[in-house]
């Protein structure tokens, strides 16, 4: 399984970005897909999560500003962010927990991270 991000960049403060995560390779079914990030010096903090069939969950310094959405059925996860703050600025992973097959039980990948600047 290789999850394959992108969308990250240069913002302005007040300015969007949005961040695409692409799963490919043997998926049976997908848990969650969720968003993290770290900022330097940090610890990688959980910024979004989609668990299947469940709403979206956001950490209360992105709510009302990110939005995560999935489109099933090509197994990617966006995060699309508004009104973006300095604050905002860190390398952004997406995660995905997924099954193999039937009987197998979840295994949690992460995407390479993409960096994302918040500046003016």
């Known amino acids: 399984v290789q999850l394959q991000a992108s969308g990250g960049g240069l913002a302005q403060p007040g300015g969007s970005l949005r961040l695409s995560c692409t799963a490919s390779?043997?998926?049976?079914?997908?848990?969650?897909m969720d968003w993290y990030r770290q900022a330097p010096g940090e610890q990688r903090d959980l910024v979004a999560r989609?668990?299947?069939?469940?709403?979206?969950n956001y950490a209360d310094s992105v709510k009302g500003r990110f939005t995560i959405s999935r489109d099933d059925a090509e197994n990617t996860v966006y995060l699309q962010m508004n009104s973006l703050k300095p604050e905002d600025t860190a390398v952004y992973y997406c995660?995905?927990?997924?099954?193999?097959?039937?009987?197998?039980?979840?295994?949690?990948?992460w995407g390479k991270g993409t960096q994302v600047t918040v500046s003016s």
């Open positions: 995660r995905v927990g997924l099954r193999k097959s039937y009987s197998d039980p979840p295994l949690y990948y």
């Open positions: 390779g043997t998926i049976f079914s997908i848990t969650t």
């Open positions: 989609f668990l299947t069939g469940s709403s979206p």
